[in-house]
C-alpha cells in the first residue's frame, strides 16, 4: 500500500492484522492475571511477582503457592491475601536457589514454574510458566552471559523471510539450527516483534535474542505526513 497506513506494525506491513495465534481463555472471577521471573546467577535467586485480580463483587481471600517442577526443593510456600472487588493485587517472593542448572546457548536449560490459587480446600486458578535460570549483563564493552565473557556473534533477518519468524515451526527451528551450527549465539529480531512461537524455539535451541520493536517504515508505505500517525507511533 502506497501511503495508507496510519500505525507502526512493522517491517512486514503487507501481513499487517492479526499475524500471531489468538486465544480465547476463560478465567475464574479470582484469578492469576500476571506472572514475572527474575533470575539472577549472581545472587543465586529466584524472584516471582503474581499479579491475582479480583473480577468478582465481593472482598475475597485467597492463597497463592508454587513449586519449580523439575527442582523439588524450590517451593513457594502458601500466601494468604485478600483483595477488594475489582482490584489486582501483587504477590512476590525471593527464594534463594544455590545449585540451578544454568540455560546458555550450549546448554538451555529449562525449567517450569507452576502457580496455583485457593479458596479455602478448592484449587480456583493455576498456571505454568517456562523460564531458563541465567543472568545477561555488561561491564564496559563486554557482555556476560551467567558470569562468563562472551563474544556477541549475531544474526538478522526480516520476519517473513525465509521463515524465520515461526509460522512454520519445523522450518524456523531448522533455520535456527542452521545458525548454531554456524556458532551463532544471538539473533536480532529486525524491523519488528516476531511470533511467540519463534522466542520459544530459541529459548530450546539455545539463542540470545535482540528483541525489536515495530518501528520500521518508509516514506512511501507509511502516511507521515498525517496527525493521526504520530497518534499511533
Same mark, same amino acid.
Given at each position: 500500500?502506497?501511503?495508507?497506513?496510519?500505525s /507502526?506494525?512493522?517491517?512486514?506491513?503487507?501481513?499487517?492484522?492479526?499475524?500471531?495465534?489468538?486465544?480465547?481463555?476463560?478465567?475464574?472471577? @479470582?484469578?492469576?492475571?500476571?506472572?514475572?521471573?527474575?533470575?539472577?546467577?549472581?545472587?543465586?535467586?529466584i *524472584? @516471582?511477582?503474581a499479579?491475582?485480580?479480583?473480577?468478582?463483587?465481593?472482598?475475597?481471600?485467597?492463597?497463592l503457592?508454587g513449586?519449580v517442577?523439575?527442582?523439588?526443593?524450590?517451593?513457594? /510456600?502458601?500466601?494468604?491475601?485478600?483483595?477488594? /472487588?475489582?482490584? @489486582?493485587?501483587?504477590?512476590?517472593?525471593?527464594?534463594?536457589?544455590?545449585?540451578?542448572?544454568?540455560?546458555? +546457548?550450549?546448554?538451555?536449560?529449562? +525449567?517450569h514454574?507452576? $502457580?496455583? $490459587?485457593?479458596?479455602?480446600?478448592?484449587?480456583?486458578?493455576?498456571?505454568?510458566?517456562?523460564?531458563?535460570?541465567?543472568?545477561f549483563?555488561?561491564?564496559?564493552?563486554?557482555?556476560?552471559?551467567?558470569?562468563?565473557k562472551?563474544?556477541?556473534?549475531?544474526?538478522?533477518?526480516? /520476519?517473513?523471510?525465509?521463515?524465520?519468524?515461526?509460522k512454520?515451526?519445523?522450518?524456523?527451528?531448522?533455520?535456527?539450527?542452521?545458525?548454531?551450527?554456524?556458532?551463532?549465539?544471538?539473533f536480532?529480531?529486525?524491523?519488528?516483534?516476531f511470533? *511467540?512461537?519463534?522466542?520459544?524455539?530459541?529459548?530450546?535451541i539455545? $539463542?540470545?535474542?535482540?528483541?525489536?520493536?515495530?518501528?520500521?517504515n518508509?516514506?512511501?508505505?507509511?502516511?507521515?505526513?498525517?496527525?493521526?500517525?504520530? *497518534?499511533?507511533?
Open positions: 500500500p502506497q501511503n495508507k497506513i496510519l /507502526p506494525v512493522g517491517m512486514d506491513f503487507s501481513s499487517y492484522g492479526i499475524w500471531d495465534d489468538v486465544f480465547i481463555r476463560a478465567y475464574p472471577l @479470582v484469578h492469576i492475571s500476571d506472572v514475572q521471573i527474575q533470575t539472577s546467577v549472581r545472587a543465586r535467586t *524472584k @516471582v511477582k499479579e491475582l485480580k479480583n473480577d468478582s463483587a465481593e472482598t475475597t481471600e485467597v492463597v503457592s513449586s517442577t523439575e527442582a523439588p526443593g524450590i517451593i513457594f /510456600p502458601p500466601r494468604p491475601i485478600q483483595i477488594p /472487588p475489582a482490584q @489486582v493485587r501483587t504477590v512476590s517472593y525471593e527464594i534463594p536457589w544455590p545449585d540451578p542448572k544454568l540455560w546458555d +546457548y550450549e546448554e538451555p536449560n529449562l +525449567y514454574l507452576e $502457580l496455583k $490459587l485457593n479458596s479455602g480446600e478448592d484449587v480456583i486458578d493455576k498456571t505454568k510458566e517456562r523460564f531458563g535460570f541465567r543472568e549483563w555488561s561491564e564496559g564493552i563486554y557482555f556476560y552471559l551467567n558470569g562468563k562472551m563474544i556477541a556473534r549475531a544474526a538478522s533477518n526480516a /520476519p517473513s523471510r525465509y521463515g524465520f519468524w515461526g512454520n515451526i519445523e522450518r524456523s527451528k531448522k533455520n535456527l539450527e542452521i545458525l548454531k551450527e554456524l556458532n551463532t549465539n544471538m536480532r529480531t529486525h524491523g519488528q516483534p511470533r *511467540k512461537s519463534f522466542y520459544d524455539l530459541a529459548d530450546e539455545g $539463542l540470545l535474542i535482540v528483541a525489536e520493536a515495530p518501528l520500521w518508509d516514506e512511501t508505505t507509511y502516511r507521515l505526513e498525517d496527525e493521526e500517525f504520530w *497518534k499511533n507511533y
